[in-house]
């Protein structure tokens, strides 16, 4: 007797095998089509900035699927524009700080990141988990800004 299902998310709807499809293509069919639909909202991104050169949600979802991609450099280019949009908005200056940690910048990486907890980001158990910014763990300036956090001593 066969027991129906129902699907939880649109992975479940069809295995592969109901597919047709060889088991163990799970992982690098979804990673694929995961890489089409970045570049997809790359592309549309792109174009809506041409209309609306303004557009924040645009260069933020454009910078998002950048950065799914591992396309730093590009994307720390697209953050950089953030900030300019969005100056006192501590995230935007977080994610120019994880791009340009990223691309090898620490001196930029840490000031970006100074900036974002002077305008109010404060969650040190986040700064010490991100992988983007593994690179600043060393840095005196990265372990002063957790510790300050920590202790409630830091002032913008």
């Given at each position: ?34 890489e ?15 209309r ?12 998002q ?40 910048d ?36 990265f372990?002063?800004?957790?510790r ?9």
């Open positions: 007797m066969s027991r129906s299902r129902t699907p939880q998310n649109l992975n479940d709807l069809l295995t592969p095998q109901e597919l047709g499809l060889p088991t163990g293509l799970e992982l690098p069919l979804q990673a694929r089509l995961g089409l639909g970045h570049q997809f909202l790359i592309d549309l991104m792109r174009q809506e900035l041409k609306r050169p303004k557009n924040r949600g645009a260069w933020t979802t454009l910078s699927s950048l950065s799914a991609l591992g396309r730093h450099a590009e994307g720390c280019e697209v953050n950089e524009r953030l900030v300019e949009l969005l100056p006192e908005h501590p995230v935007a200056h977080y994610n120019l700080a994880c791009t340009r940690a990223l691309i090898g620490e001196a930029g990486a840490l000031a970006s990141l100074q900036r974002a907890v002077d305008l109010g980001f404060h969650d040190a158990d986040f700064l010490e988990q991100d992988p983007d910014l593994v690179t600043l763990h060393d840095a005196p300036p372990q002063w800004i957790v300050s956090l920590r202790e409630g001593t830091h002032r913008a």
